[in-house]
Each structure stands twice: as C-alpha cells, then as structure tokens.
C-alpha cells in the first residue's frame, strides 16, 4: 500500500454514527460496504496528485512544503517547535488566483445536508482535552464577558459552543443545522437554521458583530470563498474571524480537498479562503493549541481579522 493511500485511509472511530474520522489515522477498508469509500478515497487522492498547473493547487502547496524545511504538508502535524501547522501560514508565497478547483469542493456524500443533520446530535465530536484547549484559547481572545454592546456569531454552531463557563454578551447568534440542538445552547440568544452550502449568503447587516467563530466545521464548506466574503461584510472593521478545527470529520460530508490533505494544508486551505475572499482581511494566522500532541485529539486555529476602515 502506497504511503499516500495509507496516510489517506482513516481510522473509525466510536462516536454516534455516522461515524467521526480522523484524517491522519489508517483504516482498512475492507468490507463491500466500505467499496464506495474506498474508491472515493482513491479517488481524492488521485485528484489531489494531478491539480497541476502552476497557481494549481497540488504544485503550490508542495512548493510550499519550504516552509517545513522540506517536509511534505501532507503529513499530519507533529509537535515540533514551532508546530508545522503555525509555520504553514507564515511565508506563504499565494497564487495570482484561488488555486482550488470545483472538483476540489465534492464530497463523498452529496445528499442534502438538511436530512443527514436532521436527527439532533447532543454529542462532541472532539475529546475532552481538545475542548478544553479551545474553551481555555477562547477565554483569551474573546471579548470579556458582559462587554457592553459585543455581539458574536458562532456559525455552524449546535447545541455547545465551547466559550468559556458563563461566557455572556448581549447577543450571540447561533447558525447551524439542527434546530433542536440550537434551542439546547446556553449561551445563544437566537438562533438561525440555515444550510450555507445551499445558501452561503449571511442574513446580517453589513458590520454587525465583533467575533464569528466556528469549531470543527469549515471543512464542510462547499462554497467558502463566498461565506468568507459574507463574513468579512457583517463583521465590524477590526472584527475577529476565528477558524478552529482538529483532524476530526464526518468524512463523507467534508469536502474532498480536505479529506485527501494533512493537519497544516488544512491550515493553508482556510488561510487561502481569507486570502482570497475580496482582499479584506488581514494576512491570516494559524495558532495550534493541541494540549497532548499524540495522545489526544490535536487543535488548531486559522484566524484573521477585517481591515479597518482607512
């Protein structure tokens, strides 16, 4: 087995089905019913391999592998000093264009959202440890609790939102796919039902909140490019957009760029959406706060923040 396939096959995992995956962990995929993924996964790798083309993707990220001294992106992050993945952003030499392709944006399962978020979830789809090292990153980069008129938007949200414990502000809007799960939500003020793979368009006033968050759910984003635009428009000049994602995924609904990449491409890719989403973020910045590299689920942050007004 190649080397390429081995790292793209992924290791199931116990969690309410459908199952979580991790895409840096090996599975055989061997019964009749696994044949669809199976060949779905060589599939994404060979897409992966042959992008092509000079601003494509798979020749600019490995041009991009200097970074790491030569090392491949596609290997999962290790805890080096500094983490490859906070490296991945720092030096990037971007393509004249967005280097991803249609293709690059299909999943596995192309069902409609709405029915396989249908039945709700009251389950974390990372491990304690993970959670606790983004509640304890939140708690740093977040407004004070109770700041007068702060207003925050956890996008993809669902039944937690994993800030910091009594963590209030005079609205927090929840936008997520299940309607049960956002009604559990403590710490939401309102809520919103919307499948932004359907409708990528926000239903916000242009500079309305100071922070937008989102845990372990850009990846299932078929159209990023235009909800990172949406973003930066309701986002207040100056206003943090914080990206936070493990190597955690519903394999089937995450879009095939990332299932076929490692933890710091996964870096470089949400990079690329503030990048390239109409010029009007700062130079985007990845942080990981994995709190056990190796032995729990790791963590990472790609952040960035509107330009403020001139």
């Known amino acids: 087995m190649s080397k390429t396939y081995n790292f793209l096959c992924l290791r199931l995992r116990s969690n309410p089905l459908p199952p979580f995956f991790s895409t840096s962990s090996a599975l055989n ?90 039945a709700p979830r009251f389950v974390t789809h990372i491990d304690d440890p993970a959670i606790a090292a983004l509640t304890k990153y939140y708690s740093k980069v977040l407004p004070e609790s109770e700041t007068p008129g702060v207003s925050i938007l956890d996008m993809c949200s669902s039944w937690v939102s994993h800030y910091p414990a009594g963590y209030k502000q005079e609205r927090i809007v929840g936008m997520g796919m299940n309607e049960e799960e956002l009604k559990r939500n403590p710490v939401l003020t309102e809520y919103i039902v919307q499948d932004l793979n359907v409708n990528p368009n926000l239903p916000f006033e242009d500079n309305s909140f100071q922070v937008i968050t989102n845990v372990v759910s850009v990846d299932y984003l078929t159209k990023p ?38 933890d710091a491409d996964h870096a470089l890719i949400v990079g690329s959406y503030f990048h390239y989403a109409a010029g009007g973020y700062e130079p985007p910045q990845a942080v990981d706060i994995s709190p056990n590299p190796g032995r729990s689920d790791p963590m990472y942050v790609v952040y960035s923040r509107k330009l403020p007004v001139a």
Not at 56 to 84: C, D, E, V, Y
């Open 225 to 262: 490019l235009i909800v990172f635009k949406e973003m930066n428009r309701i986002l207040k000049p100056g206003g943090l957009a914080l990206m936070s994602f493990s190597n955690r995924c519903f394999f089937t609904k995450a879009i095939s760029i990332w299932t076929s990449t490692g």
């Open 29 to 118: 995929l061997q019964t009749s019913a696994s044949k669809p993924l199976d060949r779905w996964i060589r599939a994404s790798s060979r897409r992966r391999l042959v992008l092509g083309g000079f601003t494509g993707a798979s020749l600019w990220m490995n041009n991009m592998s200097g970074n790491l001294g030569g090392k491949s992106f596609i290997a999962s992050a290790r805890q080096t000093n500094p983490s490859p993945v906070e490296q991945a952003l720092s030096k990037v030499e971007w393509p004249e264009s967005f280097p991803f392709k249609e293709e690059d944006f299909q999943r596995f399962d192309e069902s409609s959202d709405l029915t396989f978020y249908e």
